[in-house]
């Protein structure tokens, strides 16, 4: 079992930064594909990134090139999600994942374990 805590949500103005992080629990936490995933009003649930242990990273395309990185650190069980020039389209609950597959994550939206959710919002 691999408990999610995530932090770093809140209320920004186009243009600015954020940076989420976090933290996984659990035995064998640092093993896992860890991800971000985000759902805004309305709409169902997306991948936004995933990256594995040993590095490797997955990005969806509407976040490629624009500034959102994802990084890990395995000593501290926790993965971050870097976020500049923030638009108001990125206003949504962002969950934290961990799952066995990093294309799962990315090609089918799945993952074993998830974070509560925090909240990124967006003003003009």
């Known amino acids: 079992q691999v408990q999610l805590a995530e932090s770093g949500g809140g209320l920004v103005q186009a243009g600015e930064s954020l940076r989420l992080s976090c933290a996984a629990s659990g035995r064998t936490a640092s093993t896992y594909f860890m991800g971000w995933f985000r759902q805004a009003p309305g709409k169902e649930r997306e991948f936004v990134a995933a990256i594995g242990w040993n590095d490797v990273t997955y990005y969806t395309d509407s976040v490629k090139g624009r500034f959102f990185t994802i990084s890990r650190d395995n000593a501290k069980n926790t993965v971050y999600l870097q976020m500049n020039r923030l638009k108001p389209e990125d206003t949504a609950v962002y969950y934290c994942?961990?799952?066995?597959?990093?294309?799962?994550?990315?090609?089918?939206?799945?993952?074993?374990?998830w974070g509560q959710g925090t909240q990124v919002t967006v003003s003009s």
């Open positions: 994942a961990a799952g066995t597959s990093g294309d799962r994550m990315r090609n089918f939206g799945l993952s074993d374990f």
